[in-house]
């Protein structure tokens, strides 16, 4: 066993460090960005987000399922990239030297509707896959999508 207490993992990523870091859904108050380290307990089914409860991990940063339903995530630039379902938007949390999570940022807000995953490409670049003829999504001309999208 790695970790367990985890309830919907939808994206992994590694930093340059070898930090793993996981993107989850929740049941339903809060969706989760995970730092996941060897032998952790993340809280599932006992706790969704933070809790006081003892020996738990809580997650370095979590947001409404309205705000997010993260999907894939990805490392590049200082920065976890997680893209986001129902929120429709790239969120960037960057880190710090020691792996501390600083505020996240929410880039391309309902500009593409749903974002499914986002991978790390060469010189700062992403790659960002659309997802709304899924089914929950509201579908246009030109979807689902592959972008390419440079990062500063």
Do not use: C
């Not at 339903?69 to 590049?76: L, M, Q």
């Not at 929120?87 to 974002?115: H, M, N, V």
């Amino acid at each position: 066993m790695y970790s367990l207490g985890h309830r919907n993992v939808q994206g992994l990523t590694w930093d340059d460090d070898g930090r793993l870091w996981a993107s989850e859904f929740g049941q339903a108050t809060w969706d989760e960005l995970n730092l996941i380290r060897p032998g952790q307990n993340y809280g599932w089914p006992e706790a969704e987000g933070r809790s006081d409860r003892p020996g738990l991990t809580g997650p370095v940063r979590q947001w409404s399922p309205a705000d997010a339903s993260p999907s894939g995530i990805a490392h590049a630039k200082g920065a976890i990239w997680m893209a986001g379902l129902r929120g429709q938007s790239l969120w960037r949390i960057p880190l710090d030297a020691s792996g501390q999570a600083g505020e996240p940022e929410a880039f391309l807000r309902g500009s593409y509707g749903r974002l499914r995953s986002v991978v790390a490409a060469a010189d700062d670049r992403l790659w960002l896959i659309t997802s709304n003829t899924d089914g929950p999504g509201s579908p246009a001309d030109g979807d689902d999508r592959i972008l390419l999208l440079q990062v500063s």
